[in-house]
């Protein structure tokens, strides 16, 4: 009696069963029929409970499924931009090294003994 009133049970609730509620509830049915008790009427009840889970996991396998696309998705872009960022940057260095040489060269235009020690320094070996 109380496998009966645990398939009842089950069958009544408003939730989706777990697979192994639904597993357990087609067994203690299975033992039922096969003890001899007519409770075939409960089988379509059953049958209603599996179908729900089934749409209810290819609902949960849909909606994971699109999560996976878009982490993939945003990882994709975030890759994009992190190569994008890395490009700017040495262009960005490129730019500066030759506006260090630039610096250089107005600085020691600036400093006419430097100047003069780099032009004459290594004919003559003067040291001023």
């Known amino acids: 009696m109380s496998d009966i009133s645990y398939i009842i049970r089950k069958l009544g609730h408003q939730r989706t069963l777990s697979d192994a509620e639904l597993r357990r509830a087609s067994d203690k049915l299975a033992y039922l029929t096969e003890a001899g008790l007519n409770v075939e009427w409960l089988r379509p009840n059953l049958e209603v409970k599996k179908h729900e889970a089934y749409l209810d996991r290819k609902k949960r396998d849909a909606y994971e499924a699109r999560m996976a696309y878009f982490e993939r998705k945003k990882r994709d872009a975030c890759e994009a931009r992190i190569v994008e960022l890395k490009q700017e ?33 290594n004919c003559f070996c003067l040291n001023t």
């Open 89 to 121: 940057v040495k262009k960005l260095e490129l730019a500066k090294s030759g506006l260090k040489a630039e610096l250089k060269i107005e600085k020691a235009k600036l400093n006419p003994r430097s100047f003069r020690n780099r032009l004459f320094g």
